[in-house]
């Protein structure tokens, strides 16, 4: 089986604060996405990177950058951490069009 | 118009209903369809996929697409509490992006009652 593992199940961070939300997975795909939800709006997609080094920005990447120096691992960086950044925070490997690999979910709260 | 819409619900059916999920999409580019199924606190997981259109059954569950209305449905019989969740639809294969990029609806909330 596929594991998608974020470092944290929940977050509470300042205002401004620098944060940083981890995403490992196992399988050694190279498609990898970072997705936020929120009730009403649904998953809309923050950043994604098809391979190490490389990223591309999804439909709401202000406020966001991202990190990939291994192919494993996919860093999404909140430069300097808003209200309106809390938000369930959702990663993905995606090895085939049909099918997205979720981790568990980083719920943050800014506060 | 969004790409992708799907009426958030909530849907509150009785044990043993059959349940009608559907999506509309305005991206004619499309050819992956896919139902996942996300439970309170955790991350969707894949359910069924449909590659253009057509139907597709597993056990309870069936996937239909119907590419010239641009209109998903996902049928759910003999529903159990189980089912209980968040079934989002979502698609890729859009023209001038990756096919691995998918674009989600906002997701009904079903509620089976016992």
Same mark, same amino acid.
């Given at each position: 089986?596929?594991?998608?593992?974020?470092?944290?199940?929940?977050?509470?961070?300042?205002?401004?604060?620098?944060?940083?939300?981890?995403?490992?997975?196992?399988?050694?795909?190279?498609?990898?996405?970072?997705?936020?939800?929120?009730?009403?709006?649904?998953?809309?997609?923050?950043?994604?990177?098809?391979?190490?080094?490389?990223?591309?920005?999804?439909?709401?990447?202000?406020?966001?950058?991202?990190?990939?120096?291994?192919?494993?691992?996919?860093?999404?960086?909140?430069?300097?951490?808003?209200?309106?950044?809390?938000?369930?925070?959702?990663?993905?490997?995606?090895?085939?069009?049909?099918?997205?690999?979720?981790?568990?979910?980083?719920?943050?709260?800014?506060? | 118009?969004?790409?992708?819409?799907?009426?958030?619900?909530?849907?509150?059916?009785?044990?043993?209903?059959?349940?009608?999920?559907?999506?509309?999409?305005?991206?004619?580019?499309?050819?992956? =369809?896919?139902?996942?199924? %996300?439970? /309170?606190?955790?991350?969707?997981? $894949?359910?069924?996929?449909?590659?253009? !259109? &057509?139907?597709?059954?597993?056990?309870?569950?069936?996937?239909?697409?119907?590419?010239?209305?641009?209109?998903?449905?996902? =049928?759910?019989?003999?529903? %159990?509490? /189980?089912?209980?969740?968040?079934? $989002?639809?979502?698609?890729?294969?859009? !023209? &001038?992006?990756?096919?691995?990029?998918?674009?989600?609806?906002?997701?009904?909330?079903?509620?089976?009652?016992?």
């Amino acid at each position: 089986d596929v594991k998608v593992t974020q470092s944290s199940r929940y977050l509470v961070k300042r205002t401004g604060e620098k944060v940083f939300l981890e995403c490992v997975q196992d399988m050694d795909h190279e498609n990898m996405f970072w997705y936020r939800q929120d009730p009403g709006l649904g998953l809309r997609l923050i950043y994604f990177s098809y391979d190490v080094k490389m990223k591309e920005k999804g439909d709401i990447p202000e406020g966001y950058s991202v990190s990939r120096e291994k192919k494993e691992r996919f860093s999404l960086i909140l430069e300097s951490a808003s209200t309106n950044q809390t938000s369930m925070y959702l990663c993905a490997t995606v090895p085939l069009e049909t099918e997205a690999f979720f981790g568990q979910g980083t719920r943050l709260t800014v506060v | 118009q969004k790409e992708v819409e799907q009426d958030p619900g909530p849907l509150s059916v009785p044990e043993g209903a059959i349940v009608s999920l559907n999506c509309t999409y305005s991206n004619s580019a499309f050819q992956y =369809f896919m139902w996942y199924r %996300q439970y /309170s606190r955790k991350g969707p997981e $894949l359910l069924m996929y449909t590659y253009s !259109s &057509g139907n597709k059954e597993d056990g309870r569950f069936t996937a239909q697409v119907d590419k010239s209305s641009k209109y998903i449905s996902l =049928f759910i019989r003999d529903s %159990q509490p /189980s089912d209980s969740a968040t079934y $989002l639809c979502a698609m890729s294969g859009n !023209s &001038g992006g990756s096919n691995y990029k998918l674009t989600f609806g906002k997701g009904t909330l079903l509620t089976v009652n016992p």
